[in-house]
């Protein structure tokens, strides 16, 4: 069975950090880039960042550049989203997606407001 499991969401306060873990399962997780995505209520889903199978390539929305940090670790078959200097728009459920079978997991909800 292919699953992505999200956690590491919360509420934080402007400018705080969360981390988001993505664990997988059911498939082989080194072989393929991982992406992670957010939606708010009444929009579609936006692409965040995504790495590449080896995670040697990135690549980031330009509304998170340079505050956002997509890592993998595929010992562990996890993908990683470190997320710095928060603002409020960051608001919305994340993520993450395979193109394995096109899973997506369940979502993590970010917050973030004073």
């Known amino acids: 069975q292919v699953q992505l499991v999200e956690s590491g969401g919360g509420l934080v306060h402007p400018g705080g950090s969360l981390r988001l873990s993505c664990v997988a399962s059911?498939?082989?997780?080194?072989?393929?880039?991982m992406t992670w995505y957010r939606q708010v209520p009444g929009k579609g889903r936006e692409l965040v960042a995504s790495?590449?199978?080896?995670?040697?390539?990135?690549n980031y929305a330009d509304s998170v550049k340079g505050r956002f940090t997509i890592s993998r670790d595929n010992a562990k078959k996890t993908v990683y989203l470190q997320m710095n200097s928060l603002k409020p728009e960051d608001t919305a459920v994340y993520y993450c997606?395979?193109?394995?079978?096109?899973?997506w997991g369940q979502g993590t909800q970010v917050t973030v407001s004073s």
């Open positions: 059911g498939f082989i997780f080194s072989l393929y880039p």
């Open positions: 790495i590449g199978s080896a995670g040697s390539n990135t």
């Open positions: 997606y395979t193109v394995f079978m096109g899973t």
